[in-house]
């Protein structure tokens, strides 16, 4: 079974193509969205709700936003075992097959994911080893802004068009240029910021808190600053439908009231929707159209669902963008058709998705300038961002100087013109004739970049037509095979608590975050945590169920509070 996963900053989706529709496959509490959140417990690794609410309780065993560090070496311990970031999105991966499991009866043992459109190749290769250490054949890494256009159904439009996908998330913004026509849906170019999402605009509330007051934000524990960013992520979804939110929290023991409006909220957001404006205008540009030019604005992500957001991209385009679908759950709509389309479903129309090289992909050269002195560390384009996938290009180089025998060709990807600036990918090492003239001794560098992500690079020896070759499937800094083995037989001693537990799990966790949160209410709540203990060591799985609802109904009534 083949199944379509939007694997999340914040929050992550799982769904199939099922009886002719996209479907969206709910989890233990009856939500399609799991948060990306994972928490070690005594016995095992939860994920989602549970995971959540143990940031407050459970700080230093629970992660969150580790989509960031994808592609990089960063590690996290948790109860005392340390965890890389595919390892922790492997973790919430399992999370989401089990609820497919469960809405199915089939385990699923392929996927088409996900991936921010300005994800580089460390980053896609790192989401592919996810997958695999969550059991899965990933068929598929697809764009967000590709996917989102097929979950608006952009393919079936009778005429051809040309969409502008603005796609801020919780953690990462992408923008892409995306045109349809005769059944194909192609990306002419793609922008962003990995690091700009609606984590940002949180930090701009709670900056904003501390400075009116007072607080001293280093001597705060991981606890209080946990609980304080919680309650302003609920001011922050609030500011979405209302114009003046209210909250309350406690730091060090002491009661604090703050509110903000949406219109401050704004004004001190604009250097962020500033950063906004810049991929915007490369994305038009590389694409060569104006805003005048697209059909429609198409807005994706949970972030854009906050009115500031909304306003900025209609007056940057001078449109009102689509939005009928829910912003954070456009991308796995899409990812579940791509599934569909992968398996050939007979209800789906022969698509085809073109995608294109997120980053200029080249290698370092030398220059020689007009008095004949030797510059190093210069970077040389091969393949330029923004060309449609697959590509291959080629450069002919030579050696700079003549008694040259080795030529280190560094392969790098990136943007900036000296090449160490840029992302390292790897190294070919290419021996060179020992005669003959320089210009005679050239090399053939040819790039080559599929559709999964994978780059070849060939060199030819223009006198003697030996050849070298690398193919670049990670980045410097990620896991070998025999350290994937490895930690793959790690992770298997590690046991994630059962589906029906987890329900379970997520009930406790809240109502310590609660009893954690509140100077109030806390010999009720500590009576309904002694109460749901009680039931559950019943194991009457009826009387478990009613016990959970009333609690959680409880719970739900505090939390309007």
């Known amino acids: 079974m083949i199944v379509g996963i939007d694997l999340g900053t914040t929050?992550?989706?799982?769904?199939?193509y099922i009886d002719d529709k996209a479907s969206l496959f709910p989890n233990v509490s009856g939500s399609t969205l799991t948060p990306s959140v994972v928490s070690v417990h005594d016995s095992g690794v939860i994920v989602g709700e549970g995971a959540l609410d143990r940031l407050v309780t459970h700080t230093d065993d629970t992660v969150a936003c580790f989509k960031r560090w994808m592609g990089t070496s960063r590690e996290t311990m948790l109860g005392g075992r340390s965890f890389r970031p595919e390892e922790l999105s492997s973790f919430v991966l399992r999370s989401l097959l089990d609820d497919a499991e469960a809405a199915t009866g089939?385990?699923?043992d392929q996927a088409v994911i996900s991936v921010p459109a300005y994800f580089s190749d460390p980053q896609r290769n790192a989401t592919r080893l996810a997958g695999e250490m969550a059991g899965l054949k990933v068929e598929r890494l697809i764009n967000e802004p590709t996917a989102a256009a097929l979950a608006y159904g952009l393919e079936q439009r009778d005429k051809d068009s040309r969409f502008l996908i603005f796609d801020l998330g919780g953690g990462t913004f992408d923008v892409s240029i995306v045109e349809i026509f005769s059944g194909v849906v192609e990306v002419h170019s793609s922008a962003g910021d990995n690091y700009l999402?609606?984590?940002?605009f949180l930090e701009v509330l709670f900056q904003a808190a501390a400075e009116d007051l007072g607080l001293d934000v280093k001597s705060m524990s991981k606890q209080e600053l946990v609980q304080l960013r919680r309650r302003l992520?609920?001011?922050?979804?609030?500011?979405?439908?209302?114009?003046?939110?209210?909250?309350?929290?406690?730091?060090?023991?002491?009661?604090?009231?703050?509110?903000?409006?949406?219109?401050?909220?704004s004004r001190l957001s604009d250097p962020l929707i500033q950063r906004l404006r810049l991929p915007l205008e490369r994305a038009l540009r590389d694409a060569n159209i104006t805003a005048d030019e697209l059909d429609e604005v198409v807005l994706v992500g949970g972030a854009t669902r906050m009115p500031l957001v909304l306003r900025s991209v209609s007056r940057m385009l001078g449109r009102l963008p689509l939005r009928h679908i829910k912003p954070d759950e456009v991308v796995a709509h899409g990812a579940v058709v791509a599934s569909g389309l992968h398996s050939r479903n007979t209800a789906l129309e022969e698509i085809i998705l073109t995608d294109v090289c997120p980053y200029t992909l080249g290698t370092e050269i030398s220059r020689r300038d007009h008095t004949g002195q030797i510059h190093d560390g210069y970077f040389l384009p091969i393949i330029p961002r923004s060309s449609t996938v697959p590509v291959s290009r080629e450069e002919e180089i030579w050696p700079v100087y003549e008694d040259q025998t080795l030529l280190l060709s560094k392969i790098y990807q990136g943007e900036n013109p000296i090449a160490a600036k840029n992302v390292l990918l790897g190294e070919l090492k290419i021996s060179l004739p020992q005669h003959g003239a320089r210009e005679e001794r050239g090399?053939?560098?040819?790039?080559?970049?599929?559709?999964?992500?994978?780059?070849?690079?060939?060199?030819?020896v223009k006198a003697t037509g030996e050849k070298h070759e690398i193919i670049l499937e990670r980045a410097p800094g990620s896991l070998s095979q025999d350290e994937i083995k490895a930690r793959l037989a790690a992770l298997s001693d590690i046991k994630l608590h059962p589906r029906k537990k987890q329900e379970n799990l997520a009930v406790l966790a809240r109502l310590e975050r609660f009893y954690e949160e509140r100077l109030v209410d806390r010999d009720g709540l500590q009576h309904m945590m002694f109460a749901f203990k009680s039931v559950l060591e019943s194991q009457d799985e009826k009387e478990i169920t009613r016990v959970r609802k009333l609690i959680l109904a409880d719970l739900d009534q505090l939390e309007r509070l």
Request: proline share 2%; no cysteine.
């Open 11 to 16: 929050h992550s989706l799982i769904g199939g």
């Open 106 to 108: 089939k385990r699923p």
């Open 197 to 200: 999402g609606g984590e940002d």
């Open 233 to 265: 992520d609920m001011m922050k979804r609030h500011l979405s439908s209302e114009d003046r939110v209210s909250s309350e929290f406690v730091v060090g023991g002491k009661s604090f009231s703050w509110s903000m409006d949406e219109s401050r909220f």
């Open 443 to 460: 090399i053939l560098l040819r790039f080559t970049y599929d559709i999964n992500g994978i780059l070849q690079v060939e060199a030819i």
